[in-house]
């Protein structure tokens, strides 16, 4: 399950007042914007030699990504068809009478298998909703599982081979559901159990063909500073959140009466629902305020991240990028000073990216926006979450733009920037929004062609806006 949303931080509804608004050009963002190896390998200028290979290695990824999403579906379904047969099966007493429906659904055994099966759907949604690319998609599958090997063991000892990376309130909830649906060996739900422990075995078979196809796939590290097209694309992965009017513009907004107003770029959903809210409760005459969604690396362009660049501003107003208030309050004097001593231009921002040795390798170096963001990986990759570092490493974003930019001492190919479950969510909900705002403003009447015509804008017109 996904981590809690960080605390909400925002500024008091009676610093938001007037707002300007703009037009915005935002491109619509997905997680199959994360390039693949061979993709992000050749925009950096440093793809290897044989790279005909690399079609080849693909072409395995997304054949066992396929084969794993088929084989966990039909997991599924057999589960969900065992459950029918469950809450409406049983043999007749030793007097022969059968027992209704209704009292068969009810007995013990029957209600923790149908909770079983309920915790596991959503479980799958959870993991259909992470991303339709190979990596997310291993391992949020893993997390699934993991559960189910651990739910449907019928060896203590090595259920407990399935624990790890397991919160442990879901460790006890499944040991609990385990337990329930052995009440009586050889009934309808052991047997039942039984039958799931057969066809557990596709998918994890599956799942150990797609992550050899991934180990094989990986791109090779090359020293080579990367292009800005190619650090583009890798800050293009992360989605950012802005805020919108009716009419898809950007609202600024004014901390105080006759300051410059502010349009900002969030990085935390949980921020950026909560400036939504509060946005909506000050200016109840703006109508459609909704949330936009840009990638990272058009962001941080419009907010003049890139040394010489000045910012994108409109009426002027100012363009921020900004992460969590609390981390901002207490990293800002910290990143400044990274980013003085890089030579780089004083800015109106800073934002923190965060990074572990434990989570690197020779062949990835991931990158978070939170620290929420990373311990959530840390868990996925099957560490204690006890076990975090205390301390991270962190920098400025302007910084680690600039040292892939600039610098041959690193694989700059092997970064990548990885979005948060709660960013991904949130981006599902924008776009939602967007449609629905897009539906009222054309009239009930045009409510499909409005979506139709914002979905054709997302996916590229908007970038000739």
């Known amino acids: 399950p996904p981590l809690p949303p960080p605390p909400l931080s925002t500024a008091p509804e009676s610093s938001l007042s007037c707002s300007e608004t703009a037009p915005t050009a935002a491109a619509r963002w997905s997680p199959s914007h994360s390039p693949s190896p061979a ?48 809450l409406s099966t049983a043999r007749p007493s030793i007097l022969g009478r059968k027992a209704s429906p209704e009292a068969i659904a009810a007995r013990p055994d029957r209600r923790a298998f149908k909770e079983a099966h309920q915790h596991f759907c959503e479980v799958h949604r959870l993991m259909r909703g992470e991303s339709d690319e190979a990596l997310p ?7 699934l599982l993991r559960q189910a090997a651990l739910y449907l063991s019928d060896d203590e000892a090595a259920a407990k081979e399935n624990v790890r990376a397991v919160p442990a309130e879901t460790v ?49 590290p090359v020293p080579a500073a990367l292009s800005r097209e190619a650090v583009t694309a890798k800050l293009n992965t992360v989605p950012t959140f802005c805020l919108l009017d009716g009419q898809s513009r950007v609202v600024g907004m004014r901390e105080e009466e006759g300051a410059t107003p502010t349009a900002c770029f969030y990085t935390d959903p949980a921020e ?42 409109h009426i002027a107003s100012t363009l921020k990028l900004q992460g969590s208030a609390a981390v901002r309050e207490q990293m800002g004097p910290f990143l400044r000073e990274q980013a003085e001593k890089q030579g780089l231009p004083e800015a109106a921002w800073q934002l923190p990216v965060f990074c572990t040795d434990q989570l690197q390798s020779a062949h990835a170096m991931p990158f978070f926006l939170s620290r929420e963001a990373l311990v959530d990986a840390w868990v996925v990759a099957g560490l204690e979450r006890d076990a975090v570092p205390d301390s991270l490493t962190a920098m400025d974003l ?12 690193f ?26 705002v897009a539906a009222a403003r054309s009239g009930g009447g045009a409510a499909e062609s409005a979506a139709a015509a914002l979905d054709a804008a997302e996916a590229g017109g908007a970038e000739e806006e």
């Not at 998609?137 to 997390?143: D, E, I, L, R």
Request: aromatic share 4%.
């Open 272 to 313: 950026a629902r909560a400036v939504l809210e509060s946005a909506k409760r000050a200016m109840p005459d703006v109508r459609g305020l909704h949330l936009g969604v840009t990638p990272l690396g058009r962001a941080f362009a419009a907010c003049g991240g890139w040394p010489g660049d000045e910012p994108q501003g």
């Open 172 to 220: 006890e909830k499944l040991a609990a559901l385990r337990a329930a649906g052995r009440r009586k060996a050889g009934g309808t739900v052991a047997s039942a159990l039984s039958q799931l422990r057969v066809a557990l075995a596709g998918p994890l078979e599956a799942h150990s063909k797609l992550v050899a196809a991934l180990g094989a796939s990986q791109v090779q």
């Open 137 to 143: 998609a291993a391992a949020g599958s893993m997390q």
């Open 411 to 436: 694989a700059w190919n092997t970064v990548n920037l990885l979005a948060s479950r709660e960013a991904v969510d949130l981006v599902s909900e924008a776009y939602a929004e967007g449609r629905a």
């Open 39 to 86: 993709a992000a390998a050749a925009a950096a200028g440093s793809k290897n030699e044989g790279s005909s290979e690399d079609g080849d290695d693909e072409a395995e990824v997304a054949a066992a990504l396929a084969a794993l999403s088929r084989s966990i579906d039909a997991f599924m379904d057999q589960f969900a068809q065992l459950e029918l047969g469950v």
């Open 398 to 409: 302007r910084v680690l733009v600039h040292q892939m930019s600039t610098t041959d001492k």
